[in-house]
């Protein structure tokens, strides 16, 4: 993990596009701004990985419609 020190007004860059700026500390929390291109996709992280979690359970079913398709379709052969 990188960790850098930045003072309010100040920023970063990752890459040649997204930049992020200390715009406000205040007690424990601090304010970001993130200049990013339109597709890159910013979440905080417990939305992040509530998002993935659904993904995959959406995979997983997706999964298991297509089982049940296969079984009946082999059931309808046999039958």
């Known amino acids: 993990m990188l960790v850098l020190t930045r003072k309010k007004k100040e ?3 990752i890459g040649d596009e997204i ?3 200390i715009l406000a500390v205040e ?11 339109r ?3 910013i979440h ?3 939305v ?3 998002i993935q979690k659904a993904n ?3 995979a997983q079913q997706a999964t298991r419609t297509i089982d049940l398709s296969q079984i009946l ?3 309808k052969q046999e039958g």
Do not use: D
Request: aromatic fraction near 6%; avoid cysteine.
């Open 56 to 58: 995959q359970e959406a």
């Open 11 to 13: 920023s970063i860059m």
């Open 48 to 50: 992040y990985v509530e």
């Open 39 to 41: 597709h890159v996709e």
């Open 19 to 21: 930049e992020i700026t």
């Open 44 to 46: 905080r992280k417990e």
């Open 27 to 37: 007690g424990e929390q601090v304010k970001l701004g993130i200049n990013a291109p």
């Open 73 to 75: 379709k082999q059931w």
